[in-house]
């Protein structure tokens, strides 16, 4: 999408593209105290399983520095953290204030803080030098930002050479009764499971029309090799349901 763009997607509405930034804040805000139940409830617990595969594929070890982008409540940064240890550094980022403070709290409580910053921060903008960090995730948080584009841009300008970025997003089934299976949890249960569990339907309404909005594997793919990243490749996870981006910075 190009910066002149006048309007953009907000799940399946077309809004003005700079409402958009506003009406995904109002979404987080809204599911950030039960953000971490309803990942578990939403998809069984196998998104535990997406991130331990995600953390394999890092490459990451002691001393790197790790930025963890729209890492929300920290799954991915808690780990980084083990692993990089003292030497090394990993910043949480999030646009979204009340996605961070859950994040913060839940580290202080696991222990986690020596070698953690919390940054706001806009994945299309962001406030890091260049060639800075050896890794960079980004984990379900791609389909929520206005100009993608630009956002990979942006990784690309403050990954060091010879680093990776590592993109693990909701993606498109591979066989068409996954496919269908897919499309009615998703319109049918989840907005439900959504207005139970954290009495909100329409957030969860959101996540699963922008799941849909989002770019196809190859069309990612593409994205990526055009601001620049190499050797770009996608692992599908549960069937396609998800996929797991790598790209590098030569």
Not at 41 to 68: A, E, N, P, Q
Not at 128 to 156: E, Y
Not at 185 to 202: C, I, Q, R, T, W
């Amino acid at each position: 999408m190009s910066e002149q763009a006048a309007t953009t997607h907000f799940g399946f509405k077309t809004v003005a593209t700079e409402e958009k930034e506003t009406l995904v804040a109002g979404v987080f805000h809204s599911v950030a105290a039960k953000y971490d139940l309803m990942n578990d409830l939403m998809s069984f617990g196998i998104h535990r399983l997406w991130k331990r595969f995600t953390i394999d594929c890092s490459g990451v070890r002691k001393g790197h520095k790790v930025l963890d982008l729209a890492g929300g409540t920290g799954d991915l940064t808690a780990k980084f953290s083990r692993i990089v240890g003292e030497t090394g550094q990993v910043v949480l980022a999030d646009i979204n204030d009340s996605m961070l403070k859950v994040g913060r709290d839940k580290l202080r409580n696991l222990g986690i803080s020596g070698n953690v910053a919390f940054v706001q921060a806009n994945a299309e903008a962001l406030p890091f030098p260049d060639n800075h960090f050896d890794l960079i995730t980004i984990g379900f948080g791609l389909r929520n930002v206005t100009d993608k584009a630009k956002a990979l841009a942006s990784m690309f300008r403050v990954l060091k050479p010879g680093g990776r970025l590592l993109v693990l997003e909701f993606s498109k089934p591979e066989s068409e009764v996954m496919a269908k299976l897919y499309d009615l949890y998703s319109f049918k249960l989840l907005p439900k499971m959504g207005e139970l569990v954290a009495n909100d339907s329409e957030s969860y309404q959101y996540l699963a029309e922008s799941i849909r909005m989002h770019p196809d594997q190859e069309t990612l793919k593409g994205m990526m090799e055009q601001v620049g990243f190499e050797d770009v490749s996608y692992y599908n996870l549960t069937q396609g349901v998800v996929a797991l981006h790598r790209g590098y910075k030569y």
